[in-house]
């Protein structure tokens, strides 16, 4: 190996962190649950995967599909249309509410920035 370029997660991917947030907010938590279940397939504001749709551009999920049809998708997606996505049973009610919070929070400081 000739070098190593290490990249701060918050250089590579500036629009996924949920800047402002309280580390100990639900919208943080959900933030770290999104950064290890959700970025490989999905992106925030064009930041990560390409596989799934990005969630906050053009615009929010959270500004056009209801909170309980977002935790009932996340938590189920085969449920409701054929998908890649995988079901998630084993994220708590407590998880999914967290990604909702994080949703709506990079809606509103997106919001902010425009």
Do not use: W
Not at 53 to 60: M, R, V
Not at 70 to 94: A, C, G, H, T, V
Request: charged share 30%.
């Amino acid at each position: 190996m000739v070098a190593l370029d290490l990249v701060r997660f918050e250089d590579q991917y500036p629009a996924i962190v949920p800047k402002g947030a309280p580390i100990d907010s639900s919208a943080y938590r959900g933030f770290e649950l999104f950064r290890t279940r959700c970025l490989l397939c999905h992106a925030m504001d064009q930041n990560g995967g390409k596989l799934g749709p990005d969630l906050n551009a053009p615009q929010s999920i959270t500004a056009y599909r209801s909170k309980h049809m977002i935790k009932e998708f996340i938590k189920n997606p085969s449920k409701y249309r054929y998908s890649q996505m995988p079901d998630n049973p084993d994220l708590s009610d407590l998880n999914v509410e967290d990604l909702y919070q994080y949703f709506r929070f990079q809606r509103e400081r997106k919001a902010k920035d425009h």
